[in-house]
């Protein structure tokens, strides 16, 4: 393993830079070409497939690395409380304005306010989006500092997990009623934390890693706050047999591409 003393400063930053830049654009761009071309006339539909790429990232990939890093398990769980109840208390801030209604309650609104109504906490999923395209700059300033290839193969890896978790988040921002250049905008914000993530490491990496347990739980409180508080009380609207097994089917889904993408990052 190389020594990070004896990189060269520039060539070594600007590797990091290069690779958090196209792990970020080329994700979005994927992402936003089959969500926006593909499956925004599925949206309620993929709402299902977002929710198993959500949890799975938790309790599959998240958690466990968070976990695993040898912090207090007490004090990962307080973060995760915090987390949870910040987004709760943020929801209810973002929503103090707003008149809450169900249709047919007589109440009269501008079209599409229902629909914007559908997936009121949606804009909430770039905040945990945020958080993990942050962890994953790191990942890749540490893996460019132990070696050339080491860090290729890791921009790689992240490239393939992010598509898909990209993906996700753009369903979840066109269900929450966010017109498509609304939600790319606001999808390229969120990306652009892993360029944060991976400068910040480079130049003080043994302090940013330190924070990386704290952060990788708080991105998992807003995938599952997201999951459960926002999308799944949707799925419960449709309770026919045949729509249940479908979305039970793309929940699936979504959890085998994750774990599939899981599996081949651990053979690299």
């Known amino acids: 393993m190389e020594n990070p003393a004896t990189l060269p400063l520039l060539p070594a930053l ?3 830079l290069l690779a958090t830049i196209s792990v970020g654009l ?18 309620q ?8 790429i959500l949890l799975a990232t938790t309790f599959l990939h998240l958690l466990p690395e968070a976990f695993s890093a040898g912090r207090d398990v007490e004090h990962l769980f307080g973060i995760m409380l915090a987390g949870l109840l910040s987004l709760f208390f943020l929801e209810k801030l973002a929503l103090f304005r707003h ?20 997936g009121r906490g949606g804009a909430l999923i770039l905040i945990g989006s945020g958080l993990h395209n942050f962890v994953d700059g790191v990942l890749i300033a540490g893996a460019f500092l132990a070696g050339p290839w080491v860090g290729v193969v890791a921009t790689l890896s992240i490239l393939a997990h992010e598509v898909p978790h990209k993906i ?3 369903v979840v921002l066109l269900n929450a009623g966010l017109g498509r250049r609304q939600a790319f905008e606001l999808a390229l914000i969120s990306t ?16 940013v890693q330190a924070w990386v347990p704290d952060v990788l739980v708080l991105a998992g409180s807003s995938f599952i706050y997201i999951a459960l508080s926002d999308l799944v009380p949707q799925m419960q609207r449709g309770l026919a047999l045949r729509e249940t097994v479908t979305q039970a089917v793309l929940i699936a889904g979504g959890i085998a591409v994750i774990l599939f993408l899981h599996g081949v990052s651990q053979v690299h």
């Open 14 to 16: 600007l590797w990091v």
């Open 26 to 43: 080329v994700s979005l761009t994927l992402a936003a070409l089959v969500s926006f071309r593909w499956l925004a006339r599925f949206v």
């Open 45 to 52: 539909r993929m709402v299902s497939f977002s929710i198993g």
């Open 99 to 118: 008149s809450h209604h169900y249709e047919g309650d007589g109440h009269h609104h501008e079209h599409g306010h229902d629909a914007r109504e559908a």
């Open 168 to 170: 996700g988040d753009f």
């Open 192 to 207: 652009l934390m892993i360029v944060l993530g991976g400068v910040s490491a480079y130049f003080l990496l043994e302090h």
